[in-house]
Nanobody, 122 residues
Framework: VQLVEFGGRFVQAGLSLRLSCAAS???????MGWFRQAPGKEREFVAV????????SYADSVKSRFTISRDNAKNTVSLQMNSLKPEDTALYYC?????????????????WGQGTKVTVSS
């Protein structure tokens, strides 16, 4: 599966941004997720969703601000980011698992996009 992320850009703090990820083939049986990596830091979990969208999980730092969603008919997954903060600045990666269920450990994800950069200015 090839994944391509869209939507990253420069934005001021407090505003919203929507990231999208398009898959090259069906993801209807795959868990999907978003991870991010800030400069000088390790990649971290942001949000994940099961194959059918019935269950989602968020990092504490983004809970209540970010929303993950998916459209299996279009092979896409999105991340709606509201009330952005400077600490949200990072390269955001879309990921897919062969399993229909998610994992918070990035090492358990088999497919990755190239990332889309989000910069939040204070």
């Amino acid at each position: 599966v090839q994944l391509v992320e869209f939507g990253g850009r420069f934005v001021q703090a407090g505003l919203s941004l929507r990231l999208s990820c398009a898959a090259s083939e069906s993801i209807s049986s795959s868990a999907m997720g978003w991870f991010r990596q800030a400069p000088g830091k390790e990649r971290e979990f942001v949000a994940v969703i099961t194959w059918n969208g019935s269950s989602k999980s968020y990092a504490d730092s983004v809970k209540s601000r970010f929303t993950i969603s998916r459209d299996n008919a279009k092979n896409t997954v999105s991340l709606q980011m509201n009330s952005l903060k400077p600490e949200d600045t990072a390269l955001y990666y879309c990921a897919a698992r062969r399993s229909p269920y998610y994992s918070g450990n990035s090492q358990n994800w088999e497919y990755w996009g190239q990332g889309t950069k989000v910069t939040v200015s204070s």
